[in-house]
């Protein structure tokens, strides 16, 4: 069935004021392991752009490319514009897509520990097999296979993060897993930077370590406990309670286990969650779920990490200075993702995001106006100016570090209720995959096309994701996750959207203080 007329299900009234609990050595721990996930997907987004920019791979796999990487008369802009390149950065992307809508009903029927031991599995295969890859084609199904772990990976660990942690940490424990994939970034980049001297088979050695992350994701997933909501939605109540008292410290958890055992009767009614997600009283859930992880992508964040050495050689910087760049701004997206956790849960979401935003837009206009000034299809960068653009990215990395980077991922991952949950994950993941797949496949190209306007093309788009997050994203800080619900009825714009829910429907137990 649909859902829509269950009566008297799901969360009735507010009891956030009612949560007991503590951060435990137990959250901490499960935190931190489960979060290895985003240094996978950190580790890949970082390791493409060096091994991209290496001779002996660019002459074993794209001999085009490196012949016109090496030629003096090419246009600085578009020496290395080929779709083949590109495919190998984007078909992670796509597969990552698939196996994302994949992966939600195993996240909702097995367990979020299912999905993540899944995803480190499909890792390791295609860690292996890019190592040791022969040719072209083994080098793209290794590839697919990351995406396969990285699709499942990206689905479970957010909603894994979101549901081990009490409301009030919320926010700062789930950028635990942007904070690692920040940390994967940095981790590949430095890696790249000590393998590019390895000839000929440094390119090897920075593929194959992705297993490293791997491994350990793996492992986690077969020792971490379940999450309490996952157990009490597929019938082990018992077992869920007893969770949820251990990893919040203590045996009052009446008032937030009672939040999901109503939000678990609901959910067991569902049979359809994607075609449920799609009705009137989802359609806020929704609309994040699209538009928070495009608007991520939309900052040109993505374009910079795994092309950071490409860009920057294009720029005039020389293989080793261009590389050490790089290391310079994964650098830097760590540290402002430190920012973020211990700011999330004070000052809120929409105040990052906003911030975030404005700082951004700025420095996508400097890097603009200094290339259109300085730099053209045959002129290379005097070397203060060379600087000027490194120091102006570093700020735009920083701004989205602690802003759009890890509540990219944080809001999608913390709004939808359990019965849609892991379907609106997936829906979140696959279009975050989808829009960097069109980004990592058309940014050379849009590069060559658009030269330093390709800045200017992202600016825009960041002055129009920072509006919608003034208009139309509510402040999620310290709400409950089964209470996120009750939320929307009290948004100006949402409570219009959102159908009337009468009080004995169970959704409408806060809509009068929603219709205030």
């Known amino acids: ?94 597969a990552g897509l698939v196996a994302s809508l994949a992966a939600s009903p195993v996240t909702r029927n097995y367990g979020r520990k299912a999905s993540i031991v899944c995803g480190g599995v499909s ?35 957010p909603l894994y993060l979101s549901e081990m942690a009490p409301a009030h940490l919320r926010g700062g424990l789930n950028m635990m897993f942007q904070l690692a994939t920040t940390l994967g970034i940095f981790t590949a980049n430095l890696i790249n930077y000590g393998t590019q001297n390895v000839t000929p088979w440094g390119w090897r050695l920075s593929l194959g370590l992705a297993a490293a992350p791997a491994l350990l994701m793996t492992l986690g997933g077969l020792f971490l406990p379940e999450t309490p909501n996952s157990l009490i939605e597929r019938g082990r109540v018992e077992e869920g309670r007893r969770v949820l008292e251990r990893i919040r410290g203590t045996a009052d958890v009446d008032a937030e286990f009672t939040d999901m055992v109503e939000a678990s009767e609901l959910a067991n009614t569902i049979e359809h969650p994607f075609r449920n997600i799609l009705e009137r009283r989802n359609r806020p859930q929704l609309v994040m779920a699209v538009c928070m992880p495009a608007f991520q992508i939309l900052t040109g964040i993505n374009s910079i990490l795994f092309y950071a050495p490409v860009l920057f050689q294009s720029m005039g910087f020389g293989g080793n200075a261009s590389l050490y ?28 995001l906003i911030s975030g935003g404005i700082q951004m837009v700025v420095c996508q206009v400097i890097v603009a106006v200094i290339l259109g000034v300085k730099f ?60 960097t797949f069109a980004i990592a496949q058309a ?4 590069l060559c096309a658009f030269k330093f306007g390709i800045f200017l093309f992202f600016a825009g788009w960041i002055t129009v994701m920072t509006i919608f997050v003034y208009v139309f994203l509510p402040e999620t800080k310290g709400v409950p996750i089964e209470e996120m619900v009750l939320l929307w009825r009290k948004h100006w714009f949402w409570k219009k959207v959102m159908p009337d829910m009468p009080l004995e429907d169970g959704w409408g137990a806060a809509t009068d203080e929603g219709r205030k």
């Open 376 to 435: 053209g299809t045959d002129k290379q960068l005097s070397r203060s100016y060379s600087i000027a653009v490194v120091v102006v990215i570093c700020l735009f990395v920083l701004a989205f570090g602690w802003s759009w980077g890890p509540l990219g991922w944080t809001v999608p991952s913390e709004i939808f209720p359990l019965e849609t949950r892991s379907a609106g994950q997936s829906i979140t993941v696959a279009v975050n995959l989808l829009f």
């Open 123 to 157: 890792f390791l295969i295609g860690a292996t097999l890019n190592a040791a890859a022969a040719n072209l084609a083994m080098l793209i199904l290794g590839r697919i296979m990351l995406g396969v772990g990285i699709g499942f990976g990206n689905q479970a660990v």
């Open 443 to 446: 940014f050379l190209s849009l």
């Open 1 to 94: 069935m649909a859902g829509g007329g269950v009566a008297a299900l799901g969360v009735k009234t507010e009891r956030a004021a009612q949560y007991k609990g503590r951060m435990t050595l137990a959250v901490a721990m499960t935190c931190l392991v489960a979060a290895v996930g985003g240094a996978i997907f950190g580790y890949d987004i970082g390791i493409s752009g060096g091994v991209t920019s290496m001779d002996p791979f660019l002459k074993k796999f794209f001999p085009v490319v490196f012949r016109r990487k090496n030629s003096g008369s090419q246009n600085n802009y578009c020496k290395y514009d080929n779709q083949g390149l590109a495919a190998f950065t984007s078909s992670l992307y796509l």
């Open 325 to 352: 760049s790089s290391v310079l701004t994964g650098a830097v997206l760590f540290s402002s993702t430190l920012i973020s956790i211990g700011t999330v849960d004070r000052l809120g979401r929409r105040k990052l």
